[in-house]
Structures are given as structure tokens and as C-alpha cells.
């Protein structure tokens, strides 16, 4: 099993598509998937999965403040309402959060439970949720202030993906002499992620597709995992160090701090680092790989994660669950099944203006 073929909307046993001594990786990708998360899809695999999704998004709300709209509606009941809730600041961040976790609690009722978890980024908050670290209300609190902080702070920057390994990224910099573009995230050993301010940035893309490196800007309209957010960090941790932490239920393996968190470990401050702190995904797939995960399961929409497992875990095996963007009219939605895509998104983001098949620009964008 190299990857499923579940259809979106036929049976889901994720269990019968295991062997007994599989152990799984959950991966909880990061902010600006740019679909809507087809929560109803997986609330038809039966009853046990529908009442996990209700009650992840009902624990959801409880974090929320007045004025938000309702994530079960938007998501669950009558999701033709997510895109126009969605142009609020927050919504889309939200729901993916809400989705993640939704996905964690859903398949734990269908038979798996995790072994492992890998947060990207903003979804870090997720896996340590589904590890136990937080409540489900918490976290969301949590992605509720760090949007708004990330908005504050990173305003006049974004982020670009370039189908390149990191030293070429750094070529590309160095070709645009723009040191104030940054290294934010290495995707797979092919693909990396640059963050830096709205000008600079576009001198890097300019100078990646002179040199013919493919570059495109990412629905991230915020610097993140840069430098000069320095102190965003600080006042996040500040904000989000109130909220409980309990022992860690599942391993949850950081891409930021490049190992396995502790129970000693302050991970508030591990959250927050994410702000500042560049991202290897590569090699923490690779860790938790060696550390026993035979597979890895993409918790939420779309197949980011997974794809950049098959792309840095040789021979990686992975399947996704049927929580899919919705398709536009006319453009089928894609199939696990199908061939990855010559880059992985940042932060599980398709790049603006080139979307994926099946995949509308992100209203946050």
C-alpha cells in the first residue's frame, strides 16, 4: 500500500485498510488550506464518526467569542454557507483547526488511533490536542489569538514556494539580494518555503523563474517563520501560557525543535517558537519513520502532508481520509490515488493563483 484509493463519497474503513501491526503517523498540516473541508463526507462513514465530528466542533465553539459563526453550520449541516463566512479574518484558519481535530476524533471511533503525531506549523496546535496536551476548546483559542497576532505583526510580508532544495532557495535569495527573504520551511528535500516582506519576496520569485526554478506565492498573507517577528513569539506565549498543559497521551514529534517533545518541556513556549523558528519537516518524517510509524494519515482536507511523506520517506505508505475540497462545477475532485504533484504546499496551502484541481483560492488570500 503505497497510498489508498478511498472515493470521497463510498465506504470508509480506514481499519480494514490496515495490517494488525500497522502503527500511524497523524499529520496535522498548517494555516491556508484553501478548500472547504468536506466534513459531511466523513460524517456519512456512520453514526460513531458523525457524532465525533459534532461534538469536536460543538467543544470548538465553546472557544470561540460571540460573533463567530457557527462551525457546525458552516462545516457539518449547511457547509454552502462556509465560503461567504469564510471572508471573515480567522474562519478559514479555524475551520481547519476544527477539521483536523475533527478527522483525529473521527477515525479513533473507526478503529485507529494514533502512534504518532506531526504538527506543521499552525498545526502544531492540533496534534498537541490530539496528544491530550490541550483541550479541544483551548486550542482553538489558541488559533483564534495566534491569527490574530500572525495578521498584526507579519502584515506587508507572505510566503513563497520554490521547487527547489533548500541550498537552491538560498541561490535564489542570494540572486535577488534580498536577505531579508528567509529559509521558513523545507517541505520535502525538494521544496522549501521562503517567507520574507511583499517586495523582496517578489525579487526572489523573479530571480527563481530566471534561473528556471518554479516559484509561486502561497495563500499565507503574513510573514510567519521569520525573524523579524521576534516578539509576536513573546506576545502569543504570553496569551496562551494560561491555558492548561496535561501529559503527553501520543509522541508528538516537532519539525520546529527537530525531536519528540517531553513532558518537561514548557509546550506553550514550543507553540510560540513556531512563529520565529523554521520548519524541517523532512527529517522529523523520517524520525518518527525509524521510531516505528509504518503509515501516515493526513488528519484534515487534502493531501500536503502525505505528500511530502511520499517525497521524503522512501517508500512511505500513506492514506487520506474522505474529507475533501469541494470541487468546482465541472473539475472532479481529486482521488488519493493520484500522482503527487511536483511541490508539496507550505502550511498545506496551494499557491495563489495556481490552484489545485478541485481547489478555490483561499478567501483569506
Request: proline content about 10%; hydrophobic content about 45%.
Amino acid at each position: 500500500m503505497s497510498h489508498s484509493s478511498f472515493q470521497p463519497d463510498g465506504p470508509f474503513d480506514p481499519a480494514g485498510e490496515l495490517k494488525p501491526d500497522d502503527v500511524c503517523a497523524f499529520l496535522f498540516a498548517g494555516t491556508g488550506s484553501a478548500g472547504v473541508p468536506d466534513l459531511p463526507s466523513l460524517a456519512r462513514s456512520g453514526p460513531a464518526a458523525a457524532r465525533a465530528a459534532a461534538d469536536v466542533l460543538d467543544a470548538v465553539q465553546e472557544g470561540l467569542p460571540d460573533g463567530w459563526p457557527s462551525l457546525r453550520a458552516i462545516l457539518l449541516e449547511d457547509p454552502a454557507g462556509y465560503r461567504a463566512a469564510a471572508r471573515a479574518p480567522g474562519v478559514a484558519q479555524l475551520a481547519g483547526y476544527a477539521s483536523s481535530v475533527a478527522v483525529d476524533r473521527a477515525l479513533r471511533t473507526l478503529g485507529v488511533q494514533p502512534g504518532f503525531a506531526v504538527g506543521q506549523s499552525f498545526g502544531e496546535i492540533a496534534a498537541m490536542v490530539c496528544a491530550g496536551v490541550f483541550a479541544v476548546a483551548d486550542g482553538a483559542r489558541m488559533a483564534v489569538s495566534l491569527v490574530d497576532v500572525l495578521a498584526r505583526r507579519g502584515a506587508g510580508g507572505g510566503m513563497a514556494l520554490l521547487e527547489a532544495g533548500e541550498d537552491g532557495a538560498r541561490a535564489c535569495i542570494g540572486a535577488a539580494g534580498a536577505p531579508e527573504v528567509v529559509v521558513a520551511c523545507l517541505n520535502a528535500p525538494s521544496v522549501t518555503v521562503v517567507s520574507g516582506p511583499d517586495g523582496p519576496l517578489e525579487a526572489v520569485l523573479e530571480a527563481a523563474r530566471a534561473s528556471g526554478v518554479r516559484g509561486v506565492r502561497l495563500a499565507v498573507p503574513y510573514l510567519s517563520h521569520h525573524p523579524a517577528m521576534a516578539g509576536a513569539d513573546d506576545e502569543w506565549y504570553s496569551i496562551i501560557r494560561a491555558f492548561p498543559q496535561r501529559p503527553l497521551e501520543v509522541p508528538v514529534h516537532s519539525p520546529v525543535r527537530g525531536r519528540a517533545y517531553r513532558d518537561d518541556d514548557d509546550l506553550h513556549r514550543a507553540l510560540a517558537d513556531c512563529i520565529v523558528k523554521p520548519v524541517r519537516l523532512p527529517e522529523t518524517l523520517r524520525a518518527v519513520h525509524a521510531a516505528g510509524a509504518t503509515v501516515f494519515a493526513e488528519a484534515g482536507s487534502g493531501n500536503a502532508l502525505c505528500q511530502c511523506a511520499r517525497l521524503s520517506v522512501p517508500g512511505a505508505q500513506t492514506f487520506l481520509v474522505p474529507l475533501r475540497d469541494r470541487p468546482r462545477q465541472g473539475v472532479p475532485s481529486p482521488r488519493a490515488a493520484e500522482a503527487p504533484p511536483e511541490g508539496a504546499g507550505a502550511e498545506g496551502a496551494p499557491p495563489v493563483g495556481k490552484s489545485a484541481p478541485g481547489v478555490t483560492p483561499d478567501p483569506q488570500a
